[in-house]
């Protein structure tokens, strides 16, 4: 009996679990030791065995910006791109060639004569030279584009995003998206600031003799701040939900990204374990599909993932907490990597309220985030839900402290969420605004006084 399976054509995201996925991941870690130890010409050799690598498709705007940064820093400016294009333009035609003498070997001409063999190896030296002169031109015009594109994206510091959405959409469609998000986030109508201050409670060196006389177990990284008229501590975040608890009146929560991924958990339960998708599912025991986290993650369920999305998107408050309730109840302690069942923060009765206070409309756009691209949005949401379920007020918001600074992934997540008409802004501890203007418009609030601790 024919087998129907052997048909079917594995998809990329198979290529994860291959050893040559996992050789590629070693080389990738190895990247930065080599930098910092200044080998640059071998950093370089590997960047360029690996762009001609199928593996590791996520890595390659890494991958770029590195082997750009090395030849920069090993060459010059004005030699950077030409000992990429020399290192590429050999790869690739090295590569291509091997494959085209594979195709061409035939069984049988082993007892060809000598000389035939020998004509024939310098009418092919004479074509290697020809089709590598042919190839360096079209490599020309590629990495021209690219090292402007490079350029361009330092002067707006943007530069991985400006990489990743110029080598290529199968890399991930969701890229130039972001990049369009990123741009727009430089606009300072997208998010508030807010400035608090506080005295700052425990020295370092307080901390550690703390520590040696075994009186406190302190986190010594993490900056403590101090209450005087109650003598307590704070770390930052939870400074940040007092300050909004005592002037704002918000019930707050420090979760970050685990509230966005336990809603991608459980609104999406069906569609993450859509069983109808070949490889996906090898075991009753996974707990999440094999292709989780790929591209082929969502394009291979869009149109499910859409409806469903869809659907979320016209729930009511009433319909949205049902919906929640449901889902909860019936899956409750089943594999899934997304929902901590044991969460004593993200338990039934306040994801509930927290999902209905946000809406349908809006979590759905949350959610749809993690559906297109989790290996990117999985991180850097804002530290801080804030919501009032009195009023229907929702606040997200991310908290700095003095030496602290927004990544790439949080100024995309802000800038998302705004666009997605969801309120957030940056709450600065201790900080003055970098416009003196600004600074004198501003009321930087402090956090404990008399009236309000």
């Known amino acids: 009996m024919e087998n129907n399976n052997l ?28 930098e910092k130890d200044r080998q640059y010409d071998v950093a370089c050799l590997i960047l ?14 890494k991958w770029w910006h590195a082997i750009l940064e090395s030849n920069w ?4 400016s004005k030699n950077a791109l030409f000992r990429m294009k020399e290192h590429l333009s050999k790869m690739l035609f090295r590569q291509n060639q091997g494959k085209k003498k594979f195709n061409k070997k035939k069984p049988g001409n082993e007892d060809e004569p000598k000389d035939d063999i020998e004509f024939d190896l310098m009418q092919q030296e004479d074509e290697d030279e020809k089709e590598l002169k042919k190839q360096k031109k079209e490599n020309d015009k590629v990495l021209n584009q690219l090292l402007n594109d490079v350029m361009m994206s330092q002067k707006n ?51 550690q003799q703390q520590i040696v006389n075994g009186e406190a177990q302190v986190d010594l990284m993490r900056p403590i701040y101090h209450n005087p008229f109650k003598n307590e501590f704070y770390d930052v975040e939870n400074l940040a939900l007092r300050f ?12 970050e990204n685990a509230l966005g991924q336990t809603f991608f958990g459980l609104l999406m339960w069906n569609e993450i374990f859509y069983d109808k998708i070949p490889y996906v599912f090898q075991t009753p025991y996974q707990a999440t599909p094999l292709d989780f986290g790929t ?11 859409d409806q469903r999305l869809e659907k979320i998107s016209l729930m009511n408050q009433s319909q949205l907490g049902q919906e929640l309730e449901l889902q909860y109840d019936s899956n409750r302690n089943k594999f899934n990597a997304l929902v901590g069942w044991d969460s004593l923060r993200l338990n039934k009765r306040r994801l509930i309220e927290i999902g209905q206070v946000i809406g349908g409309l809006r979590l759905s756009r949350i959610v749809k985030n993690y559906c297109v691209d989790y290996k990117y949005w999985n991180h850097g ?18 908290v700095k402290s003095e030496t602290d ?10 800038a998302y969420l705004s666009q997605s008409e969801i309120d957030v802004e940056v709450c600065y501890v201790n900080r003055q605004p970098q416009s003196q203007d600004e600074a004198e418009k501003l009321d930087i609030v402090d956090v404990f006084t008399e009236n309000k601790n």
């Open 244 to 255: 909004y608890s005592l002037h704002q009146n918000l019930n707050g929560m420090h979760c």
């Open 405 to 414: 600074r927004l990544s790439e992934v949080q100024r995309a997540w802000i």
């Open 7 to 34: 048909s079917i054509k594995k998809p990329l995201f198979i290529l994860r679990y291959k050893t040559e996925s996992k050789v590629a991941s070693v080389l990738n870690e190895c990247i930065d030791f080599l």
């Open 381 to 398: 949401m804002p530290d801080l839900i804030l919501w009032d379920s009195d009023t229907g007020r929702v606040k997200f918001s991310e």
């Open 295 to 305: 591209k082929d993650f969502y394009l291979q369920r869009q149109e499910i993932i």
């Open 157 to 207: 510091n943007i530069l991985m995003t400006q990489l990743n959405s110029q080598i290529g959409d199968v890399i991930n469609p969701d890229l130039a998206n972001q990049f369009q998000i990123l741009k727009e986030e430089a606009n300072l109508d997208f998010y508030k600031d807010t400035y608090i201050k506080c005295k700052k409670g425990l020295t370092y060196q307080s901390q």
């Open 73 to 76: 820093v090993k060459t010059g």
């Open 48 to 61: 360029t065995k690996l762009l001609l690598s199928p593996a590791k498709p996520e890595r390659r705007g």
